[in-house]
């Protein structure tokens, strides 16, 4: 149980995807304008990591290891093209307003580096506990980015007014550098946490 | 005039790394110093430029006939991957010199997401054969362009006095977001 519970918990904050790995950032800036978007992209990249690595560790006894990079692509690109053709089915103005974000989940190399690092020798079950750590490392990583872009740049979260009437949006936040500014606020922030997470973890392994 | 509307929208306006947060990865990996900038920006413009030669009438003569247009993910995907694979072998034996500088950024490409947006930039835009062409090549460019901008940057950040929570990779970010403030102010360039 411990076991499952660090696999699950690493990926949050010691070895988030984007702020510690630094893998899978293009999607992380650019669709976080709004938290509608990022709760979106978050969700189909998860869904997209966590089936990926359940079939390739399912199978991983039988990928040829010289033909593996093609095959994992092959896997990861069958539900991408699931996902991206599901949203544009069901969310047409999500996927619009994402647009070429989702087919790009492809070459997400969040996704390519678990599988290989991680789906391709590990057990269905570790497999998927690792993805959805990730996937929700990813998400909330997304979720917050986007919850300040949102709020400063147009003074609401999820469409909803939290700012006063009469706040003046700063327009910084919504257009590109924003996203770069707070993007790097969040990796500062994260340092900050994992140093906070790994004095607490010391101090109970020395109690 | 239009494909050099094209070029110039594609190289500037809506640079690729800059105003749409492509390829970012390498970006950020590939920027350490100059040469290294240039040699990344060269085999990206390579590939794209051919990935969107084949993609192109691959899309408009085979998946659309077939009605398989679904599957453009995974047939780009593929393509790019191919043709990274054939440009590594050519290069190896032909020009083992351009290889041997080229030939660790080669790797490295199948997995940068310009090249991919670029193929699928072309069929939404509805762009002709040589208009994607020179799409790409202005995409591309843009990408080398930043490249070296923040290559540039770094040299500087080594002895700058930088804030203590900005350290490390959090100051290149700021500063990208400041070289994106400046390439906003091309915006008002076409009409």
Known sequence: MKRILTIFTKGLIIENPLLMLMIGLCSSVAVTSSVSNGIGMGLAMTFVITFAELVISLFRKLIPNDARIPIFIIVIAAFTTMVDLSMQAYFPALSKSMGVFIPLIVVNCIIMGRVEAFASKEKPLDAVIDALGMGLG?????????????????????????????????????????????????????????????????VREAA | MNLAKIFISALLIDNIVLMRFLALCPFIGMSTDVPKSVGMGLAVTFVTVLSTIVTWPLYHFVLIPLNLTFLKILVF?????????????????NAPGLYGSMGIYLALITTNCAILAVTFDNISKGFNLIESVVYAMGVALGFMLSLILLSGIRDRLKTAPIPKFLQGTPILFASTSLLAVAFMGFSGLIK
Not at chain 1, 144 to 154: D, H, K, M, S, T
Not at chain 1, 166 to 191: C, D, H, R
């Open chain 1, 138 to 202: 990813y998400t909330w990583v997304l979720m917050g980015i986007a919850a300040v872009r949102e709020l400063f740049g147009n003074g609401t979260i999820l469409g909803l007014r939290i700012m006063p009437e009469t706040y003046q949006p700063i327009l910084f936040f919504i257009l590109p550098p924003g996203g770069f500014m707070v993007f790097a606020l969040f990796i500062s922030f994260n340092l900050w946490l994992k140093k906070r997470v790994e004095a607490v973890s010391t």
């Open chain 2, 77 to 93: 995907i593929l393509v790019i991957a191919a043709l990274v694979q054939l440009v590594e072998f050519y290069l190896k034996k």
